[in-house]
C-alpha cells in the first residue's frame, strides 16, 4: 500500500495513520524489499558512493599534507583511519539523516531542488573542508612527535602555523577547489537520482493500487 501525506480534515475514514517514524519505517521497508533492484540501485547505493568520494578525498588530502610535511613513514594508519573514515561516516549519516530522512517521507515543506543543495553543502564539507581541517592537525601532531619538520607549536604560536600551512596548500589550490567542486556536485546528482529512485517505487505502488481497485 502506498504512503499518502494528507491533512487531517482529507483522511478517510478507513485510513491507517501514522507517525513520521512509523511513516519512515513503513516506507523504508517496502524500498529495501522492491523486487526490482534497477528502481531502487540509486536509493539503496547513493550513500555508498558519497562515502567511498569522501574517504577517498580524505585519503590524497591526508596524503598531501604527509608528503609536504615529510611524514610518510610514520603514523600511517593512526592518519589515514581518522581522516579517511571519520569524514565518510559523517557524511553517511548526514545524508541518512537530513537527505534522505525527508526524501523517503515526502514532506510538505521538502522541495527536490532544497534537497540537492543540502546534500550538495553536507557533501562538501564533509568530502573537502573536514578532511582539510583534520589532515593539517594530525600531520603537525606527527611532525612534532618524529621532529620530520621545523614547525611552531600550534597552541604557541597560531599565526605562524596557519601561514606555513597556507603557503604549502598554495600551489595545489585549484586541485582543491576543484575537489570541493565535485564533491558538491556529486551530493546533488546522487540525491536527484535517490528522489527520481524513490519516485519511481511509489508511482508504481500507486499505479498497482488502481489496478487492483478497478479489479474489485
Given amino acids: 500500500m502506498a504512503l499518502e501525506r ?5 483522511v478517510p475514514k478507513d485510513a491507517i495513520i501514522l ?3 512509523q511513516a519512515l519505517q513503513y516506507q523504508t521497508k517496502i524500498l ?31 596524503n598531501f599534507f604527509r608528503r609536504k610535511f615529510k611524514v610518510t613513514k610514520y603514523g ?20 541518512h539523516q537530513f537527505v534522505l530522512k525527508y526524501l523517503v517521507l515526502e514532506n510538505e515543506d521538502t522541495c527536490p531542488v532544497c ?4 546534500a550538495s553543502s553536507l ?5 573537502t573542508i573536514l578532511p582539510l581541517i583534520l589532515a593539517p592537525l594530525s600531520t603537525i601532531s606527527l611532525v612534532h612527535k ?3 619538520y621545523n614547525i611552531p607549536y600550534l597552541t604557541k604560536e597560531p599565526m605562524k602555523v596557519t601561514k606555513l600551512l597556507i603557503e604549502k596548500v598554495r600551489p595545489a589550490a585549484n586541485t582543491f577547489f576543484w575537489m ?18 524513490i519516485f519511481k517505487v511509489k508511482y508504481k505502488l500507486r499505479k498497482l493500487e488502481q489496478e487492483f481497485e478497478h479489479q474489485n
Avoid at 526490482?36 to 588530502?61: E, N, Q, R, W
Avoid at 571519520?86 to 548526514?94: D, E, G, K, N, T
Avoid at 557533501?123 to 568530502?127: I, N
Avoid at 570541493?180 to 529512485?197: H, I, P, R, W, Y
Wanted: no cysteine; charged share 10%.
Fill in 19 to 21: 507517525t513520521e517514524d
Fill in 76 to 95: 600511517q594508519v593512526s592518519s589515514y583511519l581518522p581522516i579517511s573514515v571519520v569524514p565518510a561516516m559523517m557524511s553517511l549519516i548526514f545524508h
Fill in 123 to 127: 557533501q562538501a564539507v564533509t568530502g
Fill in 115 to 118: 534537497m540537492e543543495v543540502r
Fill in 180 to 197: 570541493l567542486v565535485a564533491q558538491a556536485v556529486l551530493g546533488s546528482v546522487v540525491t536527484f537520482f535517490e528522489a527520481d529512485s
Fill in 146 to 148: 618524529y621532529g620530520t
Fill in 32 to 62: 529495501n524489499n522492491w523486487n526490482t533492484p534497477s528502481d531502487i540501485f540509486a536509493y539503496k547505493y547513493g550513500s555508498v558512493f558519497l562515502g567511498t568520494a569522501t574517504m577517498l578525498a580524505g585519503a590524497y588530502t591526508n
Fill in 6 to 10: 494528507r491533512r487531517i480534515q482529507d
